[in-house]
C-alpha cells in the first residue's frame, strides 16, 4: 500500500458560517469548495483541511496544523479575536490550541526539530 497524502476533515454544523471564520482564521478562501456540503484548504507542503457540513458530528473534531512561527499564529488568532492562552512547549515543539465556532480543537504546531514536520 502506497499513501500518498493525509486530509484532515473537521464537521460543523453551518458551512457558510465556518467558511467564513476558516477563511479569516487561514487568511484566504477555500482552494476548492466540490460539493455543495464541502469546503478544502490544501498546503504548501502537501495535505488538506477540509470543512464540512454534518451538524451531528459538528465540535467532535480536531486537527493539527504545522506552522513554521508559532508567535506569528498567535498575534494573528489574538487579532482576531481568538483566545490564545493555551500554548505549550517542549523540547520537540510548541503548540496553541483554539477552537472554531462549533468547538472543534485546532492545534497549531511549530516544530523546534525542523526535520519532523515539513
Do not use: C
Request: zero cysteines; aromatic letters at 6%; glycine letters at 8%.
Amino acid at each position: 500500500m502506497s499513501i500518498n497524502n493525509a486530509i484532515a476533515s473537521v464537521a460543523v454544523k453551518d458551512l457558510k458560517s465556518a467558511v467564513i471564520w476558516y477563511e479569516a482564521l487561514l487568511g484566504r478562501p477555500p482552494d476548492s469548495t466540490p460539493m455543495p456540503e464541502l469546503a478544502e484548504w490544501k498546503f504548501e507542503h502537501g495535505g488538506w483541511l477540509q470543512v464540512y457540513q454534518l451538524a451531528e458530528r459538528a465540535g467532535s473534531g480536531s486537527f493539527t496544523l504545522a506552522v513554521s512561527n508559532i508567535e506569528e499564529v498567535v498575534a494573528h488568532v489574538e487579532k482576531l479575536g481568538i483566545d490564545a492562552t493555551q500554548r505549550s512547549s517542549g523540547a520537540m515543539v510548541k503548540t496553541l490550541m483554539i477552537g472554531d465556532l462549533d468547538g472543534n480543537h485546532i492545534a497549531f504546531s511549530e516544530p523546534l526539530d525542523k526535520s519532523i514536520a515539513r
